[in-house]
């Protein structure tokens, strides 16, 4: 399993992405994200990406139907990886294409992408 998803309070979700990162969990995180979005909330949202080794190839990973529907649910991302996935990420996560700011810190700066999400 390469993704897990943990609610804390202020309305942060935490995604850990770990190896090879699967289209189905994508899915299943959004459809449980969609949930909580139509009930009116909304999210923070912390990827935290450990050992990471990319996506699953082959996926249909250009779907846009959740970002259309819920994107604005969303306040604010950050992003923790090694520097090499970067661009990757940050394009994976729509920065530049959503109203939320989206930013990328380094492993190891948990805690300042935490502060940033405050």
Known sequence: MGLTVQQE???VW?????RVFHKAEQDTAQAAAAK???AGGTAKVLVIAEDFRGWESGADWGEMSFL???GDRITKI???ADPQ???????FAGAGLRRAPVQFFV???TAAARAWLA
Do not use: C, P, Y
């Open 68 to 70: 259309f529907k819920h």
């Open 14 to 18: 935490v995604l850990r992405i770990s």
């Open 36 to 38: 909580d979005f139509e």
């Open 9 to 11: 309070g202020g309305n």
């Open 78 to 80: 950050a992003i923790v």
């Open 85 to 91: 996935w970067e661009t990757q990420l940050l394009m």
């Open 107 to 109: 492993t190891g700066q």
